[in-house]
C-alpha cells in the first residue's frame, strides 16, 4: 500500500522545514535547492488537490498571497516604545548612575544586546500559531503586515514547545543580511534595475510591499528583542525569557550577553565595536537593559521611552560630504572603475576620501556631477559607496561639472571596450597594461590566494614600472639583487620578501584556483571547484554543463572558467608557474567523506597558529562543515582567545568546546 496524501504531506512538510533551518540557520545546506523546489512544488500540488489538508504553518504558505489595496491599521494593545540615547561613556554611566540610585542598589544586572539596524516589527502568537504581524508605526498604531511577515524565513508560523503562553506578542527587528543585501544590489546592478540605498531602506521597502509575493522574494530575517502582551507564563528576567523564546523557535541574538555593573557594559560595547565591521549585519548601536522585569517595573517609563533600557550608538555609517573629482581606477579584469575624490569624512569609524560609484550606469542613476553634496555609506567591509545626492549646486552653476567616462584606458592607452549585456567598459589592453598586471599580481599575492607576505601594493608598484616583473610568473624569479635596490628595500627586507616568495610555492589547490584570478570564481567557488574535479588539469578540461554541475557554479560561472581555460595565454602563464616550482599535495578528501565527515563546527575567537579561514579550511579537509552560527546542531566549537556570545551560546546549548591547543592535537592525529 503506497503512502497516503496526509502521510506524505506531513512528510514533505517536515522536510522542507528541516532543509530551510539547515540553510537558513546553519548556514549548511543538506540539499541541492533543486531538490528542496521540487518537494516543495509536490507539497503545493498535494494541497492543491486536498484542500483540507492545507495548514496555515505549512511552508507553502510563505510564497505570499494575492496583493493589498491597502494595509490595515492595527492598534498595538500596548504601545511599542523607543529607546533613550547615549553618544558616550559619559552617557552612559549617568543612565547607569540614575538607574541604580532609583533602585537603590550598588551594581545593576544589564542584559547586552546589539541594536540592529532595520525595521521593528510585532509578531502575535495565539495558541502557537502567527496570527497577526505588524509594523511600530508611530508606536501606538502600526500596519499590518502579516502577509508579508508570513514569507520571512526564520519566522516561525507555529511555535514549537509544550510552554508557548497562549497569547504572545512578540517585537524584534527585521533586517537583510548585509552579504545578502550585496548580491541583491549586485544583481540589480547588472541588470540595470534599481538598487537600494543600505539594507535598512532594503528591509523597510520590502515589508512595505502590497504584494506579498515580492516580499517573499527577499532576503529577511528576523530576530526577537523583547515582549509585548502575554497571556501566560514566561521567565521573570530579559534574559530567561528570550532564552524560552529561542526555545520556542524564535530567532534571537547570538551575541546577546548578561553582565554585572556598567564597567562591564562598556567592555561589551568596546568589543562588538571591534566586531561591527565583521557582523552579518548592520547595527548602530548596543542595548543595555535592566535584567529583571521587577526592577524594570519599578522604573517604569518617562514619555515614550523605558527609563530601565538605554541603546548606546555606534559612529555613523552615512554622511554626507563633496564630490570633489573622480579618477577612474582598472582592476584585474580591465574593468575601469570610477572613483570618487572626496571631500575626506569621519563615517563607519574611519576617515574615508575615496568611494567606488561603480560604472556609468550607476552615475546615471544617482545624476552625480562633481561639485554635489553626496551620502557616503561605510558599513562592513565593504567599499565605501556614494548612496545619494542630497544637494546639487544648481545645473547652471559653473561649479558643478559633468564626469565623462574615458575613451581610452586611463593607464596604457589601450581602447575601452563595452560587453553587450555588461555595465562594465574594460581596457583590451590584457598584462600589457601595467595597472591591470598589477592588480593581477595584488590578487595573486593576497593572503588568501597564494598568501605571499610583503609583496604589497608599493613593492608591486616598483616591480612592475621597473619591468622586473611583466608576468605573474615572473614573481618567482625575482632576486636579492634586484630587490635590494628598490626603494625602502634593504637586504635584510628582500630576504625576507623571497623567503615569503618560496614558502608560498607551496600552496593548496583551492588557493591555486583562486589565485588565478578568473571571472566571479571567489574563494567559496575555488573550493568548490578544487573538491568536485580534484586536479586542475581535470578542472581546465572541463565542458561548460560538467562545470556547471559543481556547487556554487551556474552558467555565466562556467563560461568565465571555460573562456579562462581556453584562452592560450592563461595556459602559458599556468605553465610558467608550475616550472617555477609552484605545487601542491594532491586533493584526495572531498566534502563528505574524511574523519569529521558529519560534524559542523564553528571557529570563533583569535586564533593564534592560523587565522580563521584557513582552520575552517583545515576541518573542511578532514571532512566538517563549517557554519558562522552557533545552533544545536553544531557539533564543536572551536575557540580562541576572545570568543563571547558564540562561547556562551555553545556552553548553553551544552556544544563541546575545544581551544586551540586542543585542536592542533587532534589535527596531528587526523591529517
Ligand atoms: N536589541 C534591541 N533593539 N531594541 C530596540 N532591543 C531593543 N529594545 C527596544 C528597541 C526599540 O525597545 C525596548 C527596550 C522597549
Not at 554585572?260 to 552579518?280: I, K, M, T
Not at 555606534?314 to 572626496?342: C, W
Request: glycine share 8%; with cysteine; proline share 4%.
Amino acid at each position: 500500500m503506497g503512502t497516503s496524501p496526509d502521510e506524505e504531506v506531513l512528510t514533505l512538510r517536515a522536510q522542507l522545514q528541516r532543509w530551510a533551518a539547515a540553510y537558513f540557520e546553519l548556514d549548511a545546506p543538506v540539499v541541492p535547492d533543486a531538490d528542496y523546489d521540487q518537494a516543495m512544488r509536490r507539497l503545493e500540488t498535494l494541497e492543491r488537490e486536498f484542500p483540507n489538508l492545507v495548514t496555515s504553518d505549512s511552508p507553502t504558505q510563505r510564497v505570499g498571497s494575492a496583493p493589498l489595496s491597502e494595509f490595515e491599521s492595527v492598534e498595538h494593545r500596548l504601545p511599542m516604545l523607543s529607546l533613550d540615547n547615549a553618544f558616550s561613556a559619559e552617557d552612559l554611566r549617568d543612565f547607569d548612575r540614575r538607574v541604580t540610585e532609583r533602585l537603590g542598589l550598588l551594581e545593576v544586572t544589564y542584559c547586552c544586546e546589539p541594536k540592529l539596524d532595520g525595521v521593528a516589527v510585532s509578531i502575535v502568537y495565539e495558541s502557537g500559531l502567527l496570527v497577526l504581524a505588524a509594523t511600530r508605526g508611530d508606536g501606538a498604531t502600526g500596519e499590518n503586515i502579516t502577509s508579508n511577515v508570513r514569507t520571512i524565513r526564520n519566522v516561525p508560523l507555529a511555535l514549537k514547545g509544550d510552554h508557548v503562553p497562549p497569547y504572545l506578542e512578540v517585537r524584534g527587528e527585521v533586517v537583510i543580511p548585509r552579504n545578502a543585501f550585496e548580491r541583491m544590489n549586485a544583481q540589480a546592478r547588472d541588470a540595470g534595475e534599481k538598487v537600494f540605498v543600505n539594507p535598512r531602506n532594503a528591509a523597510a521597502g520590502s515589508l512595505r510591499q502590497l504584494d506579498s509575493r515580492i516580499t517573499a522574494k527577499r532576503p529577511l530575517a528576523f530576530t526577537a528583542y523583547s515582549v509585548g502582551v502575554v497571556e501566560g507564563e514566561l521567565p521573570a528576567s530579559h534574559d530567561a525569557i528570550l532564552q524560552a523564546l529561542g526555545d520556542f523557535g524564535l530567532p534571537i541574538s547570538d551575541y546577546m550577553e548578561t553582565v554585572e555593573g556598567v564597567d562591564a557594559c562598556e567592555r561589551y560595547y568596546q568589543s562588538l565595536a571591534a566586531q561591527r565591521d565583521g557582523l552579518p549585519f548592520d547595527i548602530d548601536g548596543i542595548v543595555f537593559k535592566v535584567n529583571g522585569l521587577q526592577e524594570q517595573e519599578r522604573l517604569g517609563f518617562v514619555s515614550r521611552a523605558p527609563r530601565w533600557a538605554i541603546a548606546r550608538k555606534f559612529p555613523a555609517q552615512e554622511v554626507s560630504t563633496q564630490l570633489l573629482g573622480v579618477d577612474f581606477q582598472v582592476g584585474r579584469t580591465g574593468a575601469i572603475t570610477p572613483v570618487a575624490r572626496l571631500e575626506p569624512v569621519f563615517v563607519g569609524g574611519v576617515t574615508v576620501s575615496n568611494a567606488t560609484l561603480h560604472n556609468a550606469d550607476e552615475i546615471a542613476r544617482l545624476g552625480v556631477q562633481v561639485g554635489d553634496t553626496v551620502v557616503v555609506r561605510r558599513a562592513g567591509d565593504v567599499i565605501p559607496q556614494i548612496v545619494s545626492v542630497t544637494e546639487s549646486v544648481g545645473s547652471s552653476s559653473a561649479a558643478r561639472r559633468a564626469i565623462e567616462f574615458p575613451v581610452r584606458c586611463p593607464d596604457c592607452g589601450s581602447n575601452v571596450h563595452r560587453v553587450e549585456g555588461e555595465a562594465v567598459m574594460r581596457c583590451v589592453g590584457g598584462m600589457s597594461c601595467a595597472a591591470q598586471l598589477k592588480a593581477v599580481i595584488r590578487h595573486f599575492a593576497s593572503r588568501k590566494a597564494m598568501d605571499i607576505e610583503g609583496l604589497g601594493d608599493k613593492l608591486i608598484d616598483q616591480l612592475v614600472d621597473d619591468a622586473l616583473v611583466t608576468s605573474v610568473a615572473d614573481v618567482f624569479r625575482l632576486t636579492k639583487e634586484q630587490l635590494a635596490v628598490l626603494e625602502r628595500m634593504g637586504d635584510k627586507s628582500s630576504e625576507n620578501v623571497l623567503a615569503s616568495i618560496d614558502k608560498a610555492k607551496t600552496t593548496s589547490l583551492p588557493r591555486f584556483i583562486y589565485a588565478l584570478g578568473i571571472r566571479e570564481v571567489g574563494e567559496a567557488t575555488a573550493r568548490a571547484l578544487a573538491q568536485h574535479f580534484l586536479s586542475l588539469d581535470e578542472l581546465l578540461a572541463a565542458p561548460a554543463d560538467v562545470l556547471e554541475g559543481v556547487d556554487d557554479v551556474g552558467p555565466v560561472v562556467a563560461r568565465h572558467i571555460s573562456e579562462f581555460a581556453h584562452d592560450e595565454r592563461n595556459r602559458q602563464s599556468i605553465s610558467d608557474l608550475l616550472s617555477s616550482g609552484v605545487n601542491w599535495p594532491s586533493v584526495s578528501v572531498v566534502s563528505g567523506e574524511g574523519p569529521l565527515a558529519g560534524t559542523t563546527w564553528v571557529v570563533t575567537g583569535k586564533l593564534e597558529s592560523m587565522g580563521r579561514d584557513d582552520a575552517e579550511q583545515r576541518l573542511r579537509a578532514l571532512g566538517a562543515k563549517t557554519a558562522s552560527s552557533v545552533s544545536a546542531k553544531t557539533s564543536t566549537v572551536l575557540a580562541g582567545p576572545g570568543a563571547g556570545s558564540k562561547r556562551k551560546k555553545a556552553e548553553s546549548l551544552g556544544i563541546s568546546i575545544m581551544d586551540e591547543s586542543e585542536w592542533l592535537v587532534m589535527l596531528r592525529e587526523m591529517e
